[in-house]
């Protein structure tokens, strides 16, 4: 049987999915892809530097399950939570347990991910918005916000975006494709016509639209105009925003592909390395817990039971928004330079390496920017990476050098470490190579084969009898990591 959302709320939403396709296509064409950030109190969405007023709805979680912005702690007593309880009260009067649930649980849907990308294309359409943006926050976790600025125009026809999304609305979820091809013609103010396995009707201005119909499926969609030539709505001018906020001084600036590719290779083994430096704590330097102390003068960090070797890598403060270099850090930079490629002239237009104060105000995730500068740097140069608070440290100490057997356990502990710190830097456009290099360099790295079988939905780490698959998402993200037997079930 077909998992899918409940009855009542598919009768709510599939009307709205073919225009919502629509829509949300002429939304990301002027407002494209790149950094995000959001205001809590405005309640505004800023992405790549344009402003638009805009409310959470909800987040999901890497335990896949979404919480209503309503019902979360971070979001329920400010402005940018409230259409969320729109949705509550929708839901309440219609009864769909969805809408009314504080945390509906999708582990029940073969792609917990998707669905929740598929919820809020439906509060989109439910809550009559004009766009949908989906930022990265909390590691892997994701906050979805709809767009109902009235600087975003509705979309008009036009023949290829109607086209795509009369098809794409039908087939997002499970039902008659009638449903959604009917509510796009009245979201048009169109009369339908109807016919064996087609609906057809006239836009404003004499274009024709035919659909052809074969159970829950679109077959093909026609655009003619009024004479059996060529539709006028195809030959219009796109539309604009009209009024939107320019934000120049929003976060813009992305993590600069070289470093990004480095960090890539480097940072689940820097998580490794930082695992083992724990393990040997406990084990030799009676540690419990409580975090060590930087002894100055001897360049060490003491436990109850001795110290280890290191130096100062470098500190940050989120909240201030700045990262800066430790001083006689130049040598550690320069072999992170050497691993990306760059020579002096290259590294001299990366202002994360020039040793001057970095603004982590223009970058999306803040600390996450810091960390992975200071991760990769240390791992490349050999170092064993720690933190105190604020304060980055690079553990140069020889009795780290052995990180240990190979523990599949602790690998799904590296990967998606790894993985969450990288998540919010990546662009679109490199995100499947960016978190597919992070995987195969860490099973190499690691002496493990790499398995392609899975491909593209896992790679698998093998060793012996035993695999580690990382399962990735459609945009290359990693959504799970699991241990097993090799060639198992899986998930």
């Known amino acids: 049987m077909t998992v899918s959302f409940s009855d009542q ?44 007023r805009a409310h959470v709805v909800g987040t999901y979680a890497l335990d896949g399950t979404w919480m209503w912005a309503w019902a979360n702690e971070s979001y329920r007593d400010s402005a940018i939570a409230a259409r969320s309880l729109e949705l509550r009260e929708l ?74 999304a009369l098809r794409n609305g039908a087939a997002m979820l499970p039902g008659p494709a009638l449903k959604p091809v009917k509510g796009w013609f009245a979201r048009h103010g169109v009369e339908p016509e109807y016919g064996p396995g087609r609906v057809e009707g006239a836009l404003d201005g004499g274009d024709r639209v035919v659909v052809r119909l074969e159970g829950e499926e679109v077959t093909g969609v026609e655009v003619t105009g009024a004479d059996g030539g060529a539709p006028r709505c195809g030959a219009g001018p ?40 724990v393990r040997y704590a406990g084990e030799h330097l009676d540690f419990d817990g409580r975090p060590p102390v930087w002894d100055e003068e001897a360049g060490e960090l003491r436990f109850p039971g001795g110290g280890l070797k290191g130096r100062r890598l470098g500190s ?54 810091a960390v992975a500068l200071a991760r990769t740097a240390a791992n490349v140069a050999g170092h064993t990476f720690t933190s105190l608070g604020n304060d980055f440290f690079a553990v140069t100490d020889e009795r780290l050098s052995d990180t240990g057997p190979v523990d599949l ?77 090799l060639m198992g079930a899986g998930r």
Request: with cysteine.
């Open 9 to 52: 709320l598919l009768a709510l939403a599939r009307p709205n999915l073919a225009w919502v396709c629509e829509q949300l296509d002429l939304f990301d064409s002027l407002v494209p892809a790149g950094v995000v950030s959001f205001d809590r109190d405005e309640p505004s969405v800023t992405r790549s530097g344009i402003t638009l």
């Open 91 to 164: 839901g309440e009067r219609a009864g769909v347990p969805e809408l009314t649930e504080p945390m509906p649980d999708l582990n029940h849907f073969p792609d917990p991910r998707l669905a929740a990308d598929h919820l809020l294309l439906m509060c989109m359409g439910l809550l009559d918005a004009r766009g949908a943006v989906i930022c990265a926050v909390n590691e892997r976790g994701r906050l979805f916000m709809v767009v109902d600025d009235p600087a975003v125009p509705r979309a008009e026809p036009r023949a290829a975006r109607l086209a795509t």
């Open 238 to 277: 796109e539309q604009r925003l009209e009024g939107a906020r320019l934000s120049p001084g929003a976060p813009h600036r992305v993590f600069p592909r070289p470093l990004l590719g480095v960090a890539a290779r480097e940072i689940a083994l820097s998580v490794l390395r930082t695992r083992a430096m």
């Open 316 to 369: 940050y403060d989120a909240e201030a928004g700045w990262f800066l270099w430790a001083p006689g850090t130049e040598d550690v930079r320069d072999r992170l330079r050497e691993a990306a490629g760059l020579g002096p002239a290259d590294a001299g237009g990366l202002p994360e390496l020039s040793g001057e104060r970095l603004d982590l105000t223009v970058y999306g995730p803040r600390e996450a920017v």
């Open 409 to 485: 356990d602790g690998a799904v502990t590296d990967l998606r470490g790894g993985a969450s710190w990288l998540h919010g830097l990546v662009e679109q456009e490199t995100r499947d190579d960016t978190m597919r290099t992070l995987a195969r360099s860490y099973f190499e790295r690691l002496g493990l084969q790499v398995w392609h079988y899975g491909q593209p939905d896992f790679l698998s780490g093998v060793t012996g009898l035993y695999e580690v698959r990382v399962y990735f998402a459609p945009d290359g993200t990693i959504t799970h990591v699991e241990p097993g037997m």
